[in-house]
């Protein structure tokens, strides 16, 4: 059975705070939810599913379900890291079109930057993973995982840090027109090469930002989308897949997307070429780059000549990508960009980003996502939208 | 020119799948896991082969020589620069350690490395590599 038509995207919000010191995470959850659900035009008696990952408080589902007085047939908590959130929207399809359910909401929020994250920090996944041991003690944190990609894509490819720099600077286009964009001010290739060497060869602004808030989605059975009064932005693709170390056969230069893009564009019936915008995660520079190389955008290898001399920025370059400025730029609630990533393809398909960076008569979009590193291990998740 | 320093090594959680590898650490002995099924080796090492499954694994020496795969100095936010990597054993494998005793800056992908071992806090010593 193929989710192609089975759901629609009916509602998006993201949260507009970037600093969240005076709210707490449950609450931040339940204000995106709220903002999704008046988005869409439903009512949160209409959930009658509910999808959260491991940024929500409590046990899976349970607690938030609880909090936002949700009444539901249907829960999930995959947790797949930042990529979760497009996962969920490929499972809330999955759910519709088994009857499971007919109205999804998917929430994400976070406030790292008011508890002071930050990607040079080791991360604890618990005792009992077994990973653990052969890595926490070579303090592996997400700045250095990225970067050791980053070195050995420039080593197999000779990819270079003037290219990837290109990456930071589209985002950085397009976050200039985005009030609520973290980092708004327009960057060169020069100013991220002359800001400091974080983990090399990544540079600070190959980093995305560290911010609170958070995002919502509401998926839709079909019958329900169409009745509402919002462009209708329908499901056709999707496809997940983990990446990991492969017992220590490593292949650090092809991440996840190779798989669930493949899935998602086999299930859309429709080729890189045809997608008008990308949402494509950018918790570094390095992500995008191997990334759009794995969703077939261009060959393996030639990811940094086709991300060079603006050809992400929209109205410039081929193919325009994050138009809200991305992680980059913008925000990544929660250390997790995925949920963003959906909300901005959602915008471009409505017709509903700014104009400065609205893609024209934008029919067909794709969101990628990636969560936990790309060095180790990662889920990696793909969607394609199309506009009705 | 960046020469490494010591660092505080947070101890590994040893485990009973794992502590043979970090009992064979602390006499200055690298350890890989061979599967005798597929007769490939892995690393993280399990009780089952991640390739086939199979439970017929066993412990090996390995010569602890290898070639770096990728490496990364990082230089912010923590007190003292280090070099994490990946290095390719002779056995064929490949795993995450970090390049110690030397310049870090002259650190590059496939230079030759042996193992070295150093302590860890409260804990067993960790395999790490400079360069051969």
């Known amino acids: 059975m193929s989710i192609k038509g089975k759901a629609y995207l009916v509602g998006a919000y993201e949260h507009p705070t970037r600093k969240a010191t005076d709210k707490s995470v449950a609450q931040l959850h339940a204000e995106v939810a709220k ?218 230069t092809t991440s996840g997307a190779a798989w669930s893009g493949a899935t998602a564009f086999a299930e859309a019936g429709v080729q890189p070429a045809d997608i008008q915008y990308a949402s494509i995660y950018d918790s570094f520079t390095i992500t995008v780059l191997v990334q759009l190389e794995d969703l077939g955008f261009c060959k393996k290898g030639e990811g940094g000549r086709f991300v060079a001399d603006g050809n992400l920025i929209s109205g410039s370059g081929k193919l325009p990508f994050n138009t809200d400025g991305g992680g980059l730029c913008n925000n990544h609630p929660a250390n997790r960009g995925g949920m963003t990533k959906v909300i901005e393809a959602v915008r471009q398909l409505r017709g509903e980003a700014h104009p400065a960076v609205q893609v024209k008569n934008c029919a067909l979009a794709l969101a990628q996502g990636t969560g936990g590193q790309l060095g180790t291990r990662h889920g990696s998740a793909t969607l394609i939208f199309e506009r009705e | 020119m960046l020469l490494s320093e010591d660092r505080k090594i947070p101890a590994p959680a040893v485990n009973p799948e794992n502590q043979a590898f970090f009992d064979a650490a602390a006499n200055g002995k690298l350890l890989l896991k061979f599967c005798k099924t597929c007769q490939e080796y892995h690393h993280y090492p ?87």
């Not at chain 1, 002071?116 to 604890?124: E, L």
């Not at chain 1, 060497?197 to 609170?212: E, G, I, N, T």
């Not at chain 2, 002779?90 to 193992?115: Q, R, W, Y």
């Open chain 1, 35 to 252: 903002g999704a659900l008046a988005d869409a035009g439903l009512t949160k008696q209409d959930v009658d599913g509910y999808f959260c990952a491991g940024d929500a408080p409590g046990l899976g589902p349970l607690s938030m379900a609880d909090y936002l007085g949700l009444k539901l047939r249907h829960l999930e908590s995959t947790d797949t890291g930042g990529s979760s959130y497009l996962v969920h929207v490929s499972h809330a399809a999955q759910a519709i079109a088994a009857g499971k359910c007919n109205v999804a909401l998917v929430t994400l929020a976070g406030r790292p930057r008011s508890e002071g994250s930050s990607g040079t920090q080791p991360r604890s996944w618990g005792a009992a993973v077994p990973d653990g041991p052969f890595e926490a003690p070579y303090g592996i944190v997400t700045a250095n995982s990225y970067a050791m990609v980053a070195m050995r894509h420039m080593y197999e490819y000779g990819t270079t840090s003037e290219q990837l720099a290109w990456i930071k600077v589209a985002a950085s286009h397009h976050a200039q027109h985005n009030p609520h964009a973290m980092l708004r001010e327009v960057v060169t290739v020069k100013e991220v090469l002359d800001s400091p060497m974080v983990a090399d060869p990544l540079h600070r602004m190959d980093c995305c930002v560290v911010s609170d808030g958070g995002g919502a989605l509401i998926v839709a059975r079909p019958d329900i989308a169409r009745d509402l009064k919002r462009p209708l932005v329908k499901l056709i693709g999707a496809g997940e897949s983990p990446k990991g170390q492969a017992g220590g056969k490593l292949n650090l």
């Open chain 2, 46 to 132: 399990r009780t089952l082969c991640p390739h086939c499954f199979s439970e017929q694994t066993e412990w090996r020496d390995a010569k602890g020589v290898g070639t770096i795969h990728t490496h990364s100095v990082l230089r912010r936010g923590v007190p003292t620069p280090y070099c994490i990597a990946y290095v390719t054993l002779d056995e064929g494998v490949s795993m995450l350690t970090n390049i110690v005793d030397c310049d870090l800056d002259a650190v590059k992908i496939g230079m030759p490395v042996k193992v070295t071992f150093k302590p860890t806090e409260g804990g067993p010593p960790v395999p790490m590599f400079t360069p051969a």
